[in-house]
C-alpha cells in the first residue's frame, strides 16, 4: 500500500520565491496530501498572503526567527501523512507526478528512510543542461531542499537536534539512520529544481554554521576513543576550506571555535553514541557513495555492532 505524502516548507522573508513553488505544487497530479508551511520570523507579507491565498496551507507562524532545523522539527511532528518531502521555499519538483513517485518509492523499499533527489540548480549552472544524473546510490547525507523522508523514522530517531539552529542537520540524520539499518537513498529517477535564491544566505554564515554543528555531532555521535582524533580532522578539514576561500575567511575561523565550545555541554547532555564500526563505515559512506543492495546491507545491514 502507498504511503500519503506532505510537503513541509521552512520560509524567511521570501515571499516570492514561496509564491512560485505552492504555484508549481498546485500543478502536480496527484497533489501531495498536505501542505505544511513555517514562517519563521517573516516581515515581508508572507503570514498574510498564504492565509488569503492558501487557506488549506497549514501554517506555522514564528513572530521570532527559531531557526530552520526547529523549524523543521516541528513541521515534521505536525504532519500527518507517512512521509513528508522536505522542500526550501525556492525549490519544487519537477515532474508533475513526482508524489506519485514518492510514495511508489517507499511502498517498494521498506527499509528506506530519506531519498534525495538531483537539483538543477543555479547554484551549480552545470545542473541546469545536465542529461544524466548516474545510478541511484546509497549516501551518507542529502539536502533538505529537496528529499523525502519517512516521518515514523525521523521520529524514532529522536528529528533533528534543534540547537543546531542551520546546517549540518541533514549528515546527522543520515547517520543515525545508517547505524540504525535505515537506509538514505541518492534517487536519480526524479529531479528538483532548486532556485537558490542569495535572499538570506551568507556563504561564510553558513560556513561557519556547519563547522560548528559538524563538530558537535561528533561529540554527539562519536564514541570517546575515537573522538579526538575526527575532533581534528574535522577542524583541520574546515580551516583547509576557510584557506581556499581567501585569508579573510581564514582569519575568522576562530569565531566558530568559540562558539562550537560554548556548546560543548549541551553536546555531552544529548550525548548517544554510534558504534564505531558504523561511524566509519557512514565516514566511507559520505565520500564513497554505495552503489550497491548487497554492499550496503554487508555495511549496515548486522545491527549486532
Known sequence: MRPTVAV??????????????????????????????????????????????HPRVQLFEHTKAMGSIPARNELATACRSEVFVSFDDDSYPIERDFFAHVAELFALHPRLAVASFPQRTDEYPASLTATSFGPSRFVGSFANSGAAIRRAVFIELGGYPGFFFHAYEEPDLALRCAAAGWQVRHETSLTVRHH?????????????????????????????????????FRVVRQFGYAWKRGLGWAIREPAWWLAALAGVTECLAERRTVAWPKYRAWMEMVRTPIDSEETWQAKFGDQSS
Not at 504555484?23 to 508551511?37: A, N
Not at 542569495?198 to 570517546?224: F, K
Open 196 to 232: 537558490f535564491t542569495s535572499t538570506q544566505r551568507n556563504e561564510l554564515r553558513t560556513h561557519q554554521r556547519h563547522a560548528r554543528n559538524e563538530l558537535w555531532s561528533v561529540l554527539i555521535r562519536c564514541p570517546w576513543p575515537q573522538v579526538p582524533a575526527v575532533v581534528t
Open 8 to 53: 513541509c516548507i521552512t520560509t524567511r522573508n521570501r515571499r516570492a520565491e514561496l509564491e512560485r513553488t505552492l504555484g508549481v505544487l498546485t500543478q502536480c497530479d496527484p497533489p501531495p496530501h498536505e501542505i505544511l508551511v513555517a514562517a519563521d520570523g517573516c516581515t515581508d507579507g508572507t503570514v498574510e498572503w498564504l492565509r488569503a491565498s
